[in-house]
């Protein structure tokens, strides 16, 4: 009924910089939340940023050098990555709620690999 297209993962380098796009598509009427989450080898799935209503929330480690947005009209969205770690290597996974309490729906997930 919904589905979730991720683009833009890839390898960079540390200190690179790296444009993810999550585009929702199917019956969608509106969106209460979109956001990013990743999981490493080994490593718990966890939120790395968040954008709900017209708040955002990011992870304490990408403070600063990640940034969401959403562009509502496209049911689209972004998580600009900037200063790169190695330790940002991770799955990419999007997720959205189209409503308050709502299930989360969920992309299929893309590699981020930040290495030299």
Same mark, same amino acid.
């Given at each position: %009924?919904? %589905?979730?297209?991720? /683009? ?5 380098q540390p200190g690179g ?40 929330? !990011? ?12 562009? +509502? ?8 990555? +900037? ?9 990419? !996974?999007? +997720? ?11 992309? %299929? ?6 290495? /030299?």
């Amino acid at each position: %009924q919904v %589905q979730l297209v991720e /683009s833009g993962g890839g390898l960079v380098q540390p200190g690179g910089s790296l444009r993810l796009s999550c585009a929702a598509s199917g019956s969608i009427f509106s969106i209460n939340s979109m956001g990013w989450y990743r999981q490493a080898p080994g490593k718990q799935r966890e939120l790395v940023a968040i954008s709900s209503g017209t708040s955002t929330n !990011y992870a304490d480690s990408v403070k600063g050098r990640f940034t969401i947005s959403r562009d +509502n009209a496209k049911n689209t969205v972004y998580l600009q990555m +900037n200063s790169l770690k190695p330790e940002d290597t991770a799955v990419y !996974y999007c +997720n959205a709620r189209l409503v308050q309490g709502g299930r989360y729906y969920w992309g %299929q997930g893309t590699q981020v690999s930040v290495s /030299s």
